[in-house]
């Protein structure tokens, strides 16, 4: 058949990515991507995956082993050195037919350059070319060829050396016995923004090449039909159906329609800038760009400040209450995975957030599908009115099927996706519900690897908001991003648990899609309950109900169809839930708004039932009908208060549907809210509100979310329909004033009514009425208060006798000045020093009515020095030998004085110092003991060996001297220790820092294993992990060791001190700091090659006197 082209080759890999923040990206994800279908499975459909491991490859010229980030080979391999190099894959055909290749080469920073590919197949041969600048890290499809277990089967990659060629795995997947006909893979399109420069590739497979392809696009965009890639800067706004059509040279035509969402330009972006990070940077610099400062986090302080917000929101009026933008926390750069853009499509991109009641917080989890490939969490508190980030994202990769993982696997974290109305928080088991929608790829449902050649649906997904942590990884240790480095100081948070209800429950009625679908919340019987608005199959939308039983036990998980499809719109949707009537209410599209399931009567014919909206007042209807209006945009949620539906359209106009008092689709009535007074949100739906709309309990108002980039929290306040209340504040004395003794006190308030008009104002200190005013101003005078810390309110009442009551502030009065209070710390009564010694003489010193001024120390009647602020001390020694009398005074700030007891000290001459080193074999010493823990070897005791094992978290070293007399030490009980090295001798290659930490427990040389110390006494964590209880949290020193053999010194001048003066003794393990990660090797005191490079601990002391 000659050299023909069997597949398509993207040229689009050739494309300079534009805004490219790591120094490669993947493939068809360089900057906006399209979204593809995978190849169908079955059992009897082969799939072939060959690595450089395999004993049947051929390599011809000179080649580099190197370990590559992602590779699937044991060792990948590049071409080095003059001339042409070759590597050839042979795989075995195990049935004829058609079969898609792709290539796989980890990400590297080695001088990849563009690949040469020969494919010899059942027909002839053909050539392809890969750009390996990019897409590291995924399947890269090179073309669809046909294969027989009789010919020849080859795919030989060439490079020489210009071009070096990076080898590392190849897979063949059977599609089918005879060619595959025309298809267009692509099945969505990235996010477009207005004014922003857009770039998506079409990917088409099958047919006879050449194949051609057209498709009418929105202004600013156009088609390269040769690249097939779709790029420009569009300028309209809107939602755009367009009509990919493609023809084979066999006159072939295949057409798909596609949906670009083009959204309105965010005019703040330039001012919410991502913050930057450096590769090198501490897991502290992580977290700083991610949650509030201490201070910004004070304890229910901030939650008062917005319940005090809220309850002076005029009912009917929006507050916007994010102190922070979205922007400022996003995860930086370096840590997001091949394929991401910006985390601002976890909000654009079809998406919902949980509210969670036990927290007041919002949890947000998203992007998905052709959007964003980050599984990265977000919050919003409102206790601090600010955004955080609660988890980094895990790398993503693909297994052998395609199928997009997260690289430690998909019971670790799951995938990003479209999430639509799906997210949703469940306050009993107290985790985050995500159900996902639109997975990251695939359009779909989770998936992953069932068998060698078939995949499986998996999820749903619950995430612990008690582990969230800024600075971790949501999945394991490991799995976070490396593409630019390695960040060790990243660890795993452990946050997702993977429910796997394809296995746990194979035998329930699980929905199929979870594509435009919704949720809402009710608790019933104790217990989560979820109604889910899911697909069985196709895209008729059922009702399901889902009930959580066991937050430790997915098995025992409940779902249940209740409701079946008979004909409502199938796109996106919102939905709610009224406990009273057990109605379950979702919208559908302007010419029909809302379906009802009544989720009392469940069955497979409880079909959803079209409600008869009455808009009396044509303030909804005449809007959806001229289409000014999309509801599939909007959001639905319950207020279970007012009993009414409230609809949120994106700007400041809020609807309220009210149901009829007897379940029946006639009766309901739609009515816009009274015009909000301040400010609203700007009308931005972008890809729709869906599950940004919440009713939030716990504080009695919507939550709205808006702007993918910003992230503004919107609060709004329903209106009751009955009288408001008036609303009041204190103007004065300001907050936290203080105030002399014997003054008085101006309270004043402002107070007003929006529905009528104020009747009085009374002040409070505490629960004492101080005052009552009826008409304004509203100001009295408060005459020669107690002296102390006041809490002061006003209280409002309106005409209708509704009442409000002030945000509380507080002032001190002060009183008739009382004297401070000051003591002596330290020295001890009674301590002996020796002569030339400097010590501190430390006091503690307070005032109840002001603030300590100064201390003043004595010796004698001898001012020895002074100090400002604590921690009050100065710093004294004595030449002479003899007993000193010690004393300090105290100052407050208005000048009163008191003087501490005075101590007494002794100074002597020092007995002159001894050094001893204690290292077994040498000068007659036997006391050390060591041992190390390996979690390969958990109930073996190790304590025999020679050496001890260094390298990662797998193992723990652990080693004791007998250092004083009372425990068969040469050391006399009762000496002064100056200083302390415990030395350890590194018998192999790799530079480390290390820690030194005392051991908490006894444990034994022979007995001590990963699980236990003593025999039948465990560690408190396997490995004597457990800080604070098997080893002490505060390091006693730490030290380096370099490249080469050599001592490892650490000062443990601290821990022996300790020791002296009472502490156990049950010596150090090694916690590893920084530095080459290959395993190392210590000698122990069991070595036999040389005594002198046995462990040691040298001191320097003074005996007692």
Same mark, same amino acid.
Request: net charge negative; proline share 7%; aromatic share 10%.
């Given at each position: 058949m000659g050299n023909m082209n069997y597949g398509l080759i993207v040229s689009s890999w050739r494309m300079p990515c534009r805004l490219m923040v790591f120094w490669l990206m993947l493939l068809a994800l360089c900057a906006n991507v399209a979204a593809t279908?995978?190849?169908?499975?079955?059992?009897? $459909?082969?799939?072939?995956?060959?690595?450089?491991?395999?004993?049947?490859?051929?390599?011809?010229?000179?080649?580099?082993?190197?370990?590559?980030?992602?590779?699937?080979?044991?060792?990948?391999?590049?071409?080095?050195?003059?001339?042409?190099?070759?590597?050839?894959?042979?795989?075995?055909?195990? #049935?004829?037919?058609?079969?898609?290749?792709?290539?796989?080469?980890?990400?590297?920073?080695?001088?990849?350059?563009?690949?040469?590919?020969?494919?010899?197949?059942?027909?002839?041969?053909?050539?392809?070319?890969?750009?390996?600048?990019?897409?590291?890290?995924?399947?890269?499809?090179?073309?669809?060829?046909?294969?027989?277990?009789?010919?020849?089967?080859?795919?030989?990659?060439?490079?020489?050396?210009?071009?070096?060629?990076?080898?590392?795995?190849?897979?063949?997947?059977?599609?089918?016995?005879?060619r595959p006909g025309l298809r267009i893979v692509t099945s969505a399109l990235p996010i477009a923004v207005v004014n922003e420069r %857009?770039?998506? %590739?079409?990917?088409?497979?099958?047919?006879?090449?050449?194949?051609?392809?057209?498709?009418?696009?929105?202004?600013?965009?156009?088609?390269?039909?040769?690249?097939?890639?779709?790029?420009?800067?569009?300028?309209?706004?809107?939602?755009?159906?367009?009509?990919?059509?493609?023809?084979?040279?066999?006159?072939v035509h295949q057409q798909r329609v596609l949906s670009l969402e083009i959204l309105s330009n965010d005019q703040e972006r330039s001012r919410a800038t991502p913050v930057l990070y450096s590769p090198g940077a501490s897991n502290s610099e992580i977290n700083a760009a991610a949650a509030p400062t201490t201070s910004e986090m004070a304890s229910g302080q901030a939650l008062t400040e917005l319940q005090a917000m809220i309850a002076s929101l005029p009912e009917g009026n929006w507050a916007k209450v994010n102190t922070n933008n979205y922007s400022d926390v996003w995860t930086p750069p370096d840590l997001r995975p091949v394929g991401a853009y910006y985390p601002s499509a976890i909000i654009g991109a079809w998406s919902s957030f949980g509210w969670d009641t036990n927290r007041a917080d919002l949890w947000l989890y998203g992007g998905g599908h052709a959007n964003y490939s980050g599984n990265d969490v977000y919050r919003w508190r409102a206790s601090t009115m600010m955004w955080e980030r609660a988890s980094l994202p895990s790398?993503?990769?693909?297994?052998?099927?395609?199928?997009?993982?997260?690289?430690?696997?998909?019971?670790?974290?799951?995938?990003?996706?479209?999430?639509?109305?799906?997210?949703?928080?469940?306050?009993?088991? @107290?985790?985050?519900?995500?159900?996902?929608?639109?997975?990251?790829?695939?359009?779909?449902?989770?998936? #992953?690897?069932?068998?060698a050649t078939t995949s499986r649906n998996t999820g749903p997904y619950f995430f612990d908001p008690n582990r969230a942590d800024p600075g971790k990884v949501g999945g394991s240790t490991g799995s976070h991003v490396q593409n630019t480095a390695p960040h060790p100081e990243v660890v795993?948070?452990?946050?997702?648990?993977?429910?796997?209800?394809?296995?746990?429950?194979?035998?329930?009625?699980?929905?199929?899609?979870?594509v435009n679908g919704c949720t809402a919340y009710a608790a019933e019987n104790g217990r989560d309950t979820v109604y889910v608005g899911a697909t069985s199959g196709g895209t008729a939308r059922n009702l399901y109900r889902y009930v959580i039983n066991d937050v430790t036990a997915p098995a025992a998980d409940n779902w249940e169809r209740i409701g079946g499809y008979w004909g409502s719109p199938t796109d996106s949707t919102s939905c709610a839930f009224d406990p009273g009537q057990k109605l379950f209410v979702l919208t559908g599209n302007n010419s029909f708004p809302l379906y009802y399931w009544n989720t009392a009567t469940p069955g497979s014919k409880n079909y959803e039932v079209r409600i008869n909206l009455s808009d009396p007042n044509g303030q909804l209807l005449p809007l959806l009908q001229a289409n000014a209006i999309t509801l599939k945009k909007c959001g639905?949620?319950?207020?279970?208060?007012?009993?009414?539906?409230?609809?949120?359209?994106?700007?400041?106009?809020?609807?309220?549907?009210?149901?009829?008092?007897?379940?029946?689709?006639?009766?309901?009535?739609?009515?816009?809210?009274?015009?909000?007074?301040?400010?609203?949100?700007?009308? @931005?739906?972008?890809?729709?509100?869906?599950?940004?709309?919440?009713?939030?309990?716990?504080?009695?108002?919507?939550?709205?979310?808006?702007d993918r980039t910003l992230g503004n929290v919107w609060v709004y306040k329903p209106v009751s329909g009955t009288n408001q209340s008036p609303v009041v504040n204190l103007t004065a004395p300001p907050n936290g004033a203080t105030i002399a003794a014997g003054g008085s006190v101006t309270l004043i308030a402002n107070a007003s009514d929006i529905d009528g008009t104020v009747s009085k104002v009374e002040f409070f200190a505490g629960a004492e009425k101080l005052s009552e005013i009826t008409s304004p101003p509203y100001q009295f005078f408060w005459v020669n208060p107690p002296a102390g810390s006041h809490i002061l309110t006003a209280r409002a009442t309106d005409n209708l006798g509704k009442t409000a009551v002030s945000p509380p502030i507080t002032i001190t009065m002060l009183g008739i000045n009382q004297p401070p209070v000051v003591s002596l710390s330290s020295p001890a009564n009674g301590t002996t020093i020796n002569t030339g010694t400097f010590i501190s003489i430390n006091a503690n010193a307070s005032d109840s009515d002001g603030s300590i001024a100064r201390v003043e120390f004595f010796e004698g009647s001898k001012k020895i020095g002074e100090s400002l602020s604590?921690?009050?001390?100065?710093?004294?020694?004595?030449?002479?030998?003899?007993?000193?009398?010690?004393?300090?005074?105290? $100052?407050?700030?208005?000048?009163?004085?008191?003087?501490?007891?005075?101590?007494?000290?002794?100074?002597?001459?020092?007995?002159?110092?001894?050094?001893?080193?204690?290292?077994?074999?040498v000068n007659g010493y036997a006391g050390t003991r060591d041992t190390y823990l390996s979690v390969y070897s958990k109930t073996t005791s190790?304590?025999?060996?020679?050496?001890?094992?260094?390298?990662?978290?797998?193992?723990?070293?652990?080693?004791?001297?007998?250092? %004083?007399?009372?425990?068969?030490?040469?050391?006399?009980?009762?000496?002064?220790?100056?200083?302390?090295?415990?030395?350890?001798?590194?018998?192999?290659?790799?530079?480390?820092?290390?820690?030194?930490? #005392?051991?908490?427990?006894?444990?034994?040389?022979?007995?001590?294993?990963?699980?236990? #110390?003593?025999?039948?006494?465990? !560690?408190?964590?396997?490995?004597?992990?457990?800080?604070?209880?098997?080893?002490?949290?505060?390091?006693?020193?730490?030290?380096?060791?370099? !490249?080469?053999?050599?001592?490892?010194?650490?000062?443990?001048?601290?821990?022996?001190?300790?020791?002296?003066?009472?502490?156990?003794?049950?010596?150090?393990?090694?916690?590893?700091?920084?530095?080459?990660?290959?395993?190392?090797?210590?000698?122990?005191?069991?070595?036999?090659?040389?005594?002198?490079?046995?462990?040691?601990?040298?001191?320097?002391?003074?005996?007692?006197?």
């Open positions: 279908e995978t190849i169908p499975e079955s059992p009897d $459909y082969p799939n072939i995956v060959l690595t450089t491991d395999d004993f049947n490859n051929q390599r011809l010229g000179a080649f580099e082993e190197f370990r590559g980030y992602l590779a699937r080979s044991s060792w990948a391999l590049t071409s080095v050195g003059p001339g042409k190099s070759s590597f050839t894959f042979q795989p075995q055909i195990p #049935r004829r037919g058609w079969y898609t290749v792709y290539l796989w080469w980890p990400i590297t920073k080695v001088n990849a350059k563009q690949a040469q590919i020969l494919v010899q197949h059942a027909e002839g041969s053909s050539t392809a070319r890969a750009d390996q600048t990019m897409g590291g890290g995924l399947w890269q499809r090179i073309g669809t060829f046909p294969f027989t277990p009789e010919s020849s089967s080859k795919i030989e990659l060439v490079g020489n050396s210009d071009k070096p060629v990076v080898v590392d795995a190849l897979r063949l997947q059977f599609v089918g016995e005879s %857009f770039d998506a %590739f079409l990917e088409v497979d099958g047919g006879r090449p050449p194949v051609k392809c057209h498709v009418p696009l929105p202004s600013g965009l156009a088609l390269d039909a040769a690249r097939l890639a779709i790029s420009g800067t569009p300028t309209v706004p809107g939602q755009w159906d367009i009509t990919v059509s493609c023809f084979d040279s066999s006159g790398q993503v990769i693909q297994d052998p099927l395609g199928n997009y993982i997260a690289v430690d696997g998909p019971d670790a974290a799951p995938a990003s996706a479209h999430t639509y109305d799906n997210n949703i928080f469940l306050p009993i088991v @107290d985790r985050l519900l995500v159900l996902g929608g639109a997975a990251w790829q695939n359009g779909g449902q989770y998936r #992953r690897q069932a068998t795993g948070g452990e946050m997702w648990q993977n429910r796997d209800h394809t296995v746990n429950l194979a035998s329930a009625p699980l929905p199929a899609s979870h639905l949620d319950f207020d279970p208060v007012q009993r009414k539906y409230m609809l949120w359209c994106g700007d400041g106009r809020v609807w309220s549907i009210s149901p009829p008092e007897t379940i029946s689709a006639s009766g309901w009535s739609v009515s816009l809210q009274p015009t909000p007074t301040g400010s609203v949100p700007n009308g @931005d739906t972008g890809t729709g509100i869906l599950g940004k709309w919440k009713y939030a309990s716990d504080l009695g108002v919507f939550i709205g979310l808006q604590p921690p009050f001390s100065v710093a004294w020694s004595a030449s002479v030998v003899g007993s000193y009398t010690l004393s300090a005074i105290a $100052y407050d700030n208005l000048g009163a004085s008191t003087a501490s007891a005075p101590i007494s000290v002794t100074v002597i001459t020092p007995l002159p110092e001894s050094t001893l080193s204690l290292q077994d074999g190790l304590g025999t060996q020679t050496y001890f094992l260094s390298g990662g978290s797998s193992y723990t070293s652990l080693v004791r001297f007998a250092i %004083f007399a009372s425990e068969g030490g040469p050391i006399p009980d009762g000496a002064t220790i100056q200083s302390a090295t415990l030395s350890m001798y590194k018998s192999t290659a790799y530079d480390y820092t290390y820690r030194a930490h #005392r051991i908490l427990m006894d444990w034994s040389e022979t007995q001590a294993t990963w699980q236990q #110390r003593l025999a039948g006494a465990a !560690w408190s964590a396997a490995g004597a992990n457990n800080s604070g209880s098997d080893y002490l949290s505060i390091a006693d020193g730490q030290g380096s060791v370099g !490249w080469n053999s050599g001592w490892l010194n650490i000062d443990v001048s601290v821990g022996v001190q300790q020791m002296a003066q009472g502490q156990p003794n049950f010596g150090w393990r090694l916690i590893e700091v920084s530095g080459n990660n290959n395993l190392k090797r210590f000698y122990t005191r069991e070595s036999a090659s040389n005594p002198n490079l046995r462990p040691k601990l040298t001191i320097l002391y003074r005996s007692a006197q």
